[in-house]
């Protein structure tokens, strides 16, 4: 220690402690924690301050480094001391008597080592920190949520800068945030694209709401739409992603798998999303609803039933009754398609003569053989999701396949 900043010219006052290393002409001011232990050295220059370096013996023979409590200088009647910042306030009032219960430098001298033994300057840094929290986010705590992605994104910055705060505070703040997500859910789930619904409900989670509750609330949103045979909401990117996320078993595999969860949440603040689930689930017979989709004939038109089962089945083994009907919906298209393709190549693609009919067989083959891959997805759960056939276990060849595509795009040449 090199001397102290004096901040007032009276005969009494407080100062800050001036460093300096052996290896350097600067001068140096040590920065505190809130137990007055040095966290950094910063760099001053001296000539901008009144210097004292009439400093006690004690000061310039103890080196001082990072972590080290950090001495508080100070004078009465122009006379310099220097308090240890680690003393405590029983080693404090035995040193300085009764003087430090009136008035003056000594008193001020304990307030500054009571208040950092109490921890005051963090509580007191923590409650600003908390009032700043909700002045910079009076839009998400003060007024009504709004169904926009800039308000979920300032939604997500007031959690990111909650959960700074220590946990008293947090706590608090916590069931403000959740009031405030459950009130935009309430608001607009049903009004939502599930981009936006989900989007809201991962800025909550984990922090605010919880994984379970988050696919509560999002089992109820598909569930609706797919009892409304929503299926152009249900063909969204967006799906697919929420249920490799949240539902990789499908909607029948959560409701009746995760039931006993569900069923634990009743008792909980969750209630009413598991209530929402479990009349929905009840309401809803899932598999039922899903064979009513089912065309009358083997050979129909399966393309909405297989978008929806991905969304209700996930990647998990079909129930009996449905493997069935897709199985013989499967075989019996197979069958026939292999038959049409062996009859267009033994008469159509080897007559030139027919070569303006080559493109739309071509075309028509290729969207049979698609729409048969999508059963094969819908009927094995290990395809459903991934939407990948390996090639060993492509009933139609990808030699095939390739020739057809070179029929599809040349319509009037022949080969």
């Not at 509580?123 to 002045?135: M, P, W």
């Not at 008792?267 to 809803?284: I, K, N, P, Q």
């Not at 094969?376 to 390996?390: A, C, N, Q, T």
């Amino acid at each position: 220690m090199l001397g102290a900043v004096r901040l007032t010219e009276a005969a009494d006052g407080i100062g800050i402690a001036l460093f300096g290393f052996s290896n350097s002409n600067e001068t140096y001011v040590a920065e505190t924690d809130y137990e007055l232990r040095i966290t950094d050295f910063v760099p001053v220059r001296p000539d901008e301050y009144p210097i004292d370096y009439s400093i006690t013996r004690e000061a310039q023979a103890a080196p001082v480094q990072i972590g080290d409590a950090c001495p508080i200088p100070y004078w009465i009647d122009n006379k310099p001391g220097l308090l240890r910042g680690s003393v405590s306030l029983s080693e404090f009032d035995e040193h300085f008597g009764e003087a430090s219960s009136t008035e003056g430098v000594i008193a001020e001298l304990r307030e500054i080592i009571s208040r950092s033994r109490t921890r005051h300057y963090q509580k007191q840094r923590h409650l600003d920190a908390e009032k700043q929290v909700l002045k910079d986010f009076e839009d998400i705590f003060s007024d009504y949520p709004v169904h926009s992605r800039y308000w979920i994104s300032r939604f997500r910055a007031a959690v990111l800068n909650a959960i700074q705060l220590d946990d008293e505070q947090q706590a608090s703040m916590r069931t403000r945030l959740r009031h405030r997500i459950l009130e935009w859910v309430e608001r607009f789930r049903y009004k939502s694209q599930l981009r936006l619904l989900s989007t809201a409900l991962s800025s909550a989670q984990p922090h605010i709401l919880d994984r379970l509750e988050v696919q509560l609330i999002l089992f109820d949103y598909l569930a609706q739409r797919f009892d409304k045979r929503d299926i152009a909401a249900l063909r969204r990117p967006d799906v697919r992603d929420v249920i490799l996320e949240y539902f990789p078993k499908g909607l029948h595999g959560f409701i009746t798998e995760d039931k006993p969860e569900i069923l634990r949440m009743l008792g909980e603040r969750s209630a009413e999303f598991a209530y929402d689930t479990l009349w929905v689930g009840s309401r809803v017979n899932l598999v039922l609803r899903f064979l009513q989709m089912f065309p009358e004939s083997e050979t129909g038109d399966f393309r909405d039933v297989i978008v929806t089962s991905s969304v209700i089945f996930g990647s998990s083994e079909l129930p009996a009754e449905v493997y069935d009907r897709v199985d013989a919906a499967y075989t019996v298209q197979l069958f026939q398609l292999r038959d049409e393709i062996g009859y267009a190549y033994r008469v159509i693609f080897r007559d030139r003569a027919q070569a303006e009919l080559w493109a739309d067989t071509a075309e028509d083959l290729l969207r049979k053989i698609s729409d048969l891959y999508g059963l094969l997805r819908l009927r094995e759960g290990v395809y459903r999701l991934s939407g990948k056939i390996p090639v060993s276990e492509r009933p139609i060849s990808d030699r095939v396949v390739n020739e057809l595509r070179a029929y599809a795009t040349t319509p009037s040449k022949a080969k």
